[in-house]
């Protein structure tokens, strides 16, 4: 059995890589990238396994899924079109490859609220009213959605009115000034 260099294993990688980049859509031709690379087929999925930790179906799974969650975030292609244009010919294998992809369903992906644009601001943070519409630009980033701590909405409806009789801190709590956040 032949032992590659790292030069030649990388080489290797690469030259499968590329070549699942470019045909994605297409079935897997083993049998073609290993004539490619002037190994047999069985020796080229041992060594690509090898050195890029996932086999070669895996890998086309991942550059198929990648390309599927780009139609996605359009938000104006059906599904069933995006298995189709990255070639699963049954909805149902797409979704579940999706699914074991990403950890959500294409339609949960589809709907996710996009971020449409940043408010121009002179500090790190955007101010307070970002406008998310189902129309992308890009993913909502976790620190900026809800629940995250980062930024909460301000609170809109006016403060309770303060008992005057007896002071308690809940009357404090709410007093004009004071940044509380339930």
Known sequence: MPRLSKDQHAHLTATVDRWLKKNFREPIDLAAVAREVGITR???????????????????????????????????????????????GSVSHFTKAFLEETGELPSVWK??????????????????GLTFVRETVGEVPPELSYGSGQLMPARVDPAPPIRAARGTKRAKRWQEGNAFLD
């Open 42 to 88: 069985f020796l080229l999925c041992r060594l690509y396994t090898e050195r890029a930790g996932k086999t070669i179906r895996l890998k086309q799974r991942e550059i198929r899924i990648h390309h599927a969650t780009k139609l996605l975030s359009s938000g104006t292609k059906k599904v069933g079109d995006v298995a189709r244009t990255v070639g699963y």
């Open 111 to 128: 709907s996710r609220p996009r971020i449409v644009s940043f408010p121009k601001t002179a500090g790190s943070l955007p101010e307070p």
